[in-house]
């Protein structure tokens, strides 16, 4: 999962724009989601297997966090060497993918990325209201220089 400082601001923008009832929840949520298991790993007696109380109540942070990290990956791609994008996934370290602040982008751009995320939240689970919404918010953060706040 992508956890750098970058995503976690994003994601908590998002989530507090998609669904604000989850915001006093983000900071815990956010955290579990960017656990990398032990291992062997042991059977969780939790219903997600990281110690939040209900799946429901988590559901679009986690779809946020797995799309942020298909997002980011695909705007590494404007950025870079391929074997610096490597790099920073080896050490795990996504904060390495993208220069900061983010350089101002097209709007053709902002649609792929659009597109992108869209299709990612839709295929995490997210109905195509709020995939809309979701990836609608997202394009509004990045247009308006999301990385700077």
Known sequence: MTHGAFA??????LVEKVAPDESAMF????KALGRRPTWPRRRSPEPLGFGLPE????????????ML???IEDLAKDFGSWW???LARLRRRPEDLLPDPLPPLSASRLEEIRK????RARKLGLSEARASA???ALVSELAIGGSDS
């Open 8 to 13: 976690t601001e994003l994601g908590r923008r």
């Open 27 to 30: 900071e815990q949520t956010w």
């Open 55 to 66: 799946a429901g109540a988590v559901l679009v942070t986690a779809i946020v966090s797995g």
């Open 69 to 71: 990290t298909t997002v």
């Open 84 to 86: 610096g994008r490597a």
């Open 116 to 119: 992108i995320a869209y299709k």
């Open 134 to 136: 979701l990836a609608d």
